[in-house]
């Protein structure tokens, strides 16, 4: 049969994870919490199935759902998203970044994407029949050189794509970043697709200057965002999609094909617990206090590293302990050290500035455990 995705294959996170179950290895690879999600989030959902919501939801998402999703808007970045027009909620960020991608791009359209770029862009871009224009970040600070993006853009290109805060590196884009990335969306009619999944995982007293905050960005982007990230239920697949009208009503027509709603009983658990505001503004101090543990473990061992800015992924560069590629020292780290992480190659075109991802977003034990195997190294 012809192949859609010739060279797709099982992904980098799906591939370490089965190595680290098959060594026994301490799994910091993937990203998604070991630990359990809060009591309270996890009884609201088991009593939304008891209380029979286990029908189909409204195509867009439950309207309580929505509104919170449009408060959380307000009261993080004063803009303002109507919950019956501009929001969808999504099985997962993926779908949503999918969509949007399937809902704007014709055949032969050009989409910027910057790498190292998640693993789902790409393939979404060539599903649609789109080219995928792929600049790279500069290293080592992972920063976009505007003037790049600027000469890399043509009559095809229909849309750009940003991902702040940014996985693999938790670099955010700054208010310059942004004011460039404004400019040259208006100055070109492009689209805007922002990927802000890691939007409440922001350390340091930084702050995270979502596309929603800039009216002539916000009036040409899509916003993507994930509860799995912010709840610690990666396994629930449920985020959303914003954007205003026009886009919106593109992104519906594609979004009503692909699943037409999204599981019913955890919106409304999602809804009732997003309504404490709390429970996501305390996110940033609970991760930082993580990645300084972790940090602080290692900080005399031979991985040498800038504390991330943001999300749950660390990167360690690892040049002072061999000259091997980082899938190679990833493989070897997992099965001859029990210890797996992501290389990050993989996301940049091989490029290979011999960084491994670790995710700590893990009990304390396990980054004891993991900080203890990278001392001895
Ligand atoms: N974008 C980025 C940058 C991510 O890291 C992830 C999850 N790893 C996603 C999107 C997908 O999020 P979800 O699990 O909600 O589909
Ligand atoms: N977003 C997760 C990561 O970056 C992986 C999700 C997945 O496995 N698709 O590790």
Redesign the pocket.
């Known amino acids: 049969i012809r192949s859609k995705l010739p060279e797709a294959s099982p992904?980098i996170?799906?591939q370490m994870t089965q190595l680290a179950h098959q060594h026994d290895a301490l799994n910091l690879?993937?990203?998604?919490p070991s630990f359990p999600a809060s009591q309270e989030l996890k009884e609201l959902a088991s009593q939304a199935i008891i209380d029979n919501n286990n029908q189909y939801a409204p195509m867009m998402g439950v309207p309580v759902l929505r509104v919170a999703i449009s408060q959380m808007f307000e009261e993080q970045h004063k803009a303002f998203y109507h919950p019956q027009e501009e929001i969808c909620v999504t099985a997962g960020a993926?779908q949503g970044i999918f969509t949007a991608i399937q809902a704007t791009i014709f055949k032969g359209d050009e989409m910027i994407i910057f790498t190292p770029a998640?693993?789902?862009y790409e393939p979404a871009i060539k599903i649609a029949g789109g080219i995928p224009v792929k600049i790279p970040m500069q290293l080592p600070e992972f920063t976009i050189d505007w003037e790049q993006v600027r000469s890399s853009v043509s009559t095809k290109t229909k849309m750009i794509l940003i991902n702040s805060p940014h996985?693999?590196s938790g670099k955010l884009l700054t208010h310059k970043d942004m004011l460039e990335l404004e400019n040259i969306a208006v100055q070109n009619d492009l689209i805007v697709l922002s990927d802000e999944v890691y939007e409440h995982m922001i350390f340091d007293g930084r702050e995270h200057l979502s596309a929603s905050r800039y009216p002539a960005l916000k009036e040409r982007s899509f916003i993507t965002g994930s509860f799995g990230k912010t709840f610690h239920v990666?396994g629930w697949k449920t985020g959303f999609c914003l954007a205003p009208q026009p886009l919106m009503k593109e992104f519906l027509k594609i979004h009503q094909q692909v699943v037409f709603c999204v599981n019913n009983p955890m919106q409304q658990a999602v809804a009732t617990y997003l309504q404490s505001p709390k429970h996501y503004q305390e996110l940033g101090k609970f991760y930082q206090r993580k990645r300084d543990l972790f940090l602080n473990l290692i900080k005399n061992s031979k991985f040498k590293f800038k504390p991330t800015e943001s999300t749950y992924?660390q990167l360690l560069d690892y040049s002072a302990v061999t000259d091997d590629g980082d899938i190679a020292f990833a493989k070897a780290l997992t099965i001859d050290h029990k210890l797996a992480s992501?290389p990050i190659s993989v996301f940049m075109e091989g490029r290979d500035p011999k960084m491994l991802r670790f995710?700590f977003a893990k009990e304390d034990e396990e980054l004891v455990a993991a900080a203890k195997i990278l001392n001895e190294l």
């Open positions: 992904s996170f799906a690879s993937q990203g998604f993926t998640y693993d789902c996985n693999p990666t992924f992501i995710c």
